[in-house]
């Protein structure tokens, strides 16, 4: 069980994206409420991963390398915290976004 407090409670959860399995997210976004600015889908080894993982696009190296600032979640989950990633979760393994700034809209990197 984590200690971290989480900007939006289980109840506070609605259906939003079909199933499609888990992903990683840091957090910035499900603790500290950051929006979405970066996100890449990479191939996954097991069917319950998306291949989703998902940035607020400030995060260092060494924030990135310590496992306590990132965790598994539904992709459900992170589309709570962020909307605008749901017209692009169905893009293909080996995706990668960036937010535009001052946009709701993400561009294509990969």
Same mark, same amino acid.
């Not at 190296?61 to 605008?84: G, S």
């Given at each position: 069980? +984590?200690? @971290?407090?989480? @900007? /939006?409670?289980?109840?506070?959860?609605?259906? /939003?994206?079909?199933? $499609?399995?888990?992903?990683?997210?840091?957090?910035?976004?499900? &603790?500290?409420?950051?929006?979405?600015?970066?996100? %890449? *889908? #990479?191939? =996954?080894?097991?069917?319950?991963?998306?291949?989703? *993982?998902?940035? =607020?696009? +400030? #995060?260092?190296?060494?924030?990135?390398? !310590?496992?306590?600032? +990132? $965790? %598994?979640?539904?992709?459900?989950?992170?589309?709570?915290?962020? *909307? +605008?990633?749901?017209? %692009? /979760?169905? !893009?293909?393994?080996? =995706?990668?976004?960036? @937010? &535009?700034?001052? =946009? #709701? #809209?993400?561009? /294509?990197?990969?």
């Amino acid at each position: 069980m +984590t200690t @971290k407090k989480f @900007k /939006l409670n289980a109840n506070e959860l609605i259906d /939003l994206v079909p199933q $499609m399995g888990g992903c990683f997210a840091t957090d910035k976004i499900t &603790v500290e409420g950051m929006k979405v600015g970066y996100m %890449y *889908r #990479e191939e =996954s080894e097991n069917e319950s991963d998306s291949g989703w *993982r998902f940035f =607020s696009g +400030t #995060e260092t190296q060494d924030y990135v390398d !310590n496992p306590d600032n +990132t $965790m %598994y979640y539904d992709v459900n989950t992170i589309a709570n915290y962020d *909307r +605008t990633i749901i017209p %692009y /979760l169905d !893009n293909p393994f080996g =995706s990668e976004f960036e @937010k &535009v700034e001052n =946009s #709701e #809209e993400f561009k /294509l990197i990969i």
